[in-house]
């Protein structure tokens, strides 16, 4: 009889009475703790926004030119005011209310006129309110309410007459007064803005004025009101001074106004240095001011052209180039021959010795003067190249007969002239800092040159 194969104990499949089999660890489990910690990489951080910010962009699907929020209010409701049974009625529209910086606009004189908006997102319904403070012609808290009476930019009735005031809508916006006096600071900050937007406008009107009587023979205004147009005998309004012979409202014009005035700011500021270096180092041959002679000519054909919008008054023919030539002498003393900018005619400065040839032409002096004459060379032509794209976008725009798509690419076209031009104007202030031995950024945050550090 064959012997039976041994049965094997069912105790191998149970749990032993002192607890569960401990397995040992594999080479590859004892080093996954160390693996994760080396490997361990940082959650991105996700990005946030204030309040505010949102607000912002909110807005700006609305009124893309808005810039920055003064104020705001969470509660307001709109009222207009009916001629027919002299009260007050609700208008539709309530919830928050915001005043708002806009884009400044600018007129063919370069004058810049401040924008600030009144703007209710409405919770009622669909359509918001906006109201520009620039076209209210009377602004005045009465009671609850702070009224706006708009004006009227058709120019149909004259300034003084009774029928035309009536006709004017009038709109009244009521605040929540809450504990934190919520209606009286946007009250008082209504008020202001609409003050300082309505004096600008009124200086702009007076050079408009005056321009439009110096083209009519010299003629002077003869009335106590500049608003009054000699021609037609009715009031100007904002609409009249951005339309026709004036410059419209455009990205292209403010681009074309921050340009002038960053390189007006060079200038000013290279100027003084070199003011001080005529003063103080007579015996180097008056090159100091040879180039400051150079960047008045500079200076004075910027002028020109942004009052005349035309790019020729830039067409300089002088040359910025500042070419040198170095000779020792029989006693040691070494002879430095400069030449240029905008002359053919050269200087001599004698140095004793190496060192101070070293000094004359290192960044300090020389070096530093060819730099900047050479950033100044490149901002001449950007400067002449941006007002030729300008003047060919008011051509074109006059026709309004081109595809859109032909308008777009201009502006295009012209804003990439401009990042150009700003380009430039980065790399002179850079030349500006390393003179000083400061920091660009610490250029930026002064605002000296009209520029500051994008947030």
């Known amino acids: 009889m064959s012997k039976s194969t041994p049965r094997k104990s069912r105790h191998r499949n149970q749990a032993s009475a002192s607890g569960p089999r401990q397995i040992p660890a594999s080479d590859y489990e004892s ?22 910010e949102l607000n912002l962009r909110v807005l700006q699907r609305y009124l893309h030119g808005i810039r920055s929020i003064l104020s705001i209010a969470a509660n307001a409701v709109v009222y207009k005011f009916s001629e027919g049974t002299q009260s ?12 708002c910086e806009q884009e400044p606009l600018v007129a063919a ?41 708009l004006e009227d930019d058709t120019g149909s009735e004259s300034n003084d007459s009774d029928e035309g005031a009536a006709e004017k809508e009038v709109i009244g916006i009521w605040i929540h007064a809450d504990e934190a006096n919520t209606r009286d600071i946007n009250s008082t900050i209504i008020r202001g803005a609409w003050q300082q937007a309505r004096l600008a406008l009124d200086s702009l009107i007076e050079a408009a004025a005056a321009e439009q009587a110096e083209l009519n023979d010299g003629a002077a205004l003869q009335t106590e009101n500049p608003r009054n147009d000699m021609a037609a005998g009715r009031r100007l309004s904002v609409t009249d ?17 921050d340009a002038v005035q960053t390189q007006l700011s060079l200038i000013a500021s290279f100027d003084e240095w070199l003011n001080k270096h005529i003063n103080a180092e007579r015996n180097y041959g008056n090159i100091a001011s040879t180039v400051q002679e150079r960047v008045a000519k500079y200076k004075e054909s910027i002028i020109q052209a942004e009052k005349t919008r035309k790019s020729t008054m830039l067409d300089q023919p002088e040359p910025w180039a500042i070419k040198t030539r170095t000779r020792a002498c029989d006693d040691g003393s070494i002879k430095i021959t400069v030449t240029g900018p905008g002359r053919d005619e050269s200087a001599e400065i004698n140095a004793v010795d190496e060192k101070q040839a070293d000094y004359i032409k290192g960044g300090q002096y020389l070096g530093y003067m060819r730099q900047m004459c050479d950033g100044f060379a490149q901002a001449e032509k950007d400067m002449a190249s941006l007002f030729e794209t300008f003047e060919a976008i008011g051509t074109e725009r006059g026709q309004l007969g081109q595809p859109a798509e032909v308008t777009v690419q201009d502006h295009i076209s012209l804003l990439k002239e401009y990042n150009d031009m700003k380009d430039v104007g980065q790399q002179l202030i850079g030349l500006i800092a390393e003179n000083r031995g400061v920091p660009n950024g610490t250029l930026y945050e002064s605002g000296e040159y009209g520029v500051k550090a994008e947030d």
């Open 241 to 257: 001074l951005f339309s026709q012979n004036h410059e419209p409202t455009t990205t292209a014009s403010i681009a074309l106004v």
């Open 88 to 99: 007050w009625d609700k208008h539709g529209v309530e919830g928050t209310m915001f005043v």
């Open 109 to 149: 004189t370069g004058q810049a006129l401040p924008q600030v908006c009144v703007f209710v997102l409405n919770r009622r319904g669909m359509e918001n309110l906006a109201i520009d403070l620039v076209r209210v012609s009377d602004c005045e808290v009465v009671g609850e309410l702070v009224v706006f009476r």
């Open 31 to 52: 080093d996954a703790a160390h693996y994760m910690e080396s490997h361990a990489t940082a959650q991105p951080a996700l990005p946030t926004s204030t309040n505010t």
